[in-house]
């Protein structure tokens, strides 16, 4: 019905940058609260970024400042820019949306993720 692909990921230096995307596609009317959460080695998932219908964002403390989520409702594509890296980002990213489809379901879907290394 509904997928999110995400890609971008990769290795990356300490410092440096990297920007990930998540492309939404299927029986879509509307996407409405979009997020990036991510998952490290042995530990918990944790929500990164949130951003609204409307544009409305807000971060995890770890990431204010250096993290920025946005999104291209034409193009139903979510962003994630990542800069000033450092190795404690290092996770797999997966993308969540709030999905309402054309035959009026109400969906919370998963991307499959996409790992980001941080490392020298």
């Known amino acids: 019905q509904v997928q999110l692909v995400e890609s971008g990921g990769g290795l990356v230096q300490p410092g440096g940058s990297l920007r990930l995307s998540c492309a939404a596609s299927?029986?879509?009317?509307?996407?409405?609260?979009m997020r990036w959460y991510r998952q490290a080695p042995g530990q918990e998932r944790e929500l990164v970024a949130t951003?609204?219908?409307?544009?409305?964002?807000n971060y995890a403390d770890s990431v204010k400042g250096r993290f920025t989520i946005s999104r291209d409702t034409a193009k139903k594509t979510l962003y994630l820019q990542m800069n000033s890296l450092q190795s404690e980002d290092t996770a797999v990213y997966y993308c969540?949306?709030?999905?309402?489809?054309?035959?009026?379901?109400?969906?919370?879907?998963w991307g499959q993720g996409t790992l980001v290394t941080v490392s020298s």
């Open positions: 969540n949306a709030e999905v309402r489809t054309l035959v009026g379901q109400i969906l919370e879907v």
């Open positions: 951003i609204t219908s409307i544009g409305s964002t």
């Open positions: 299927g029986s879509i009317f509307r996407l409405d609260v």
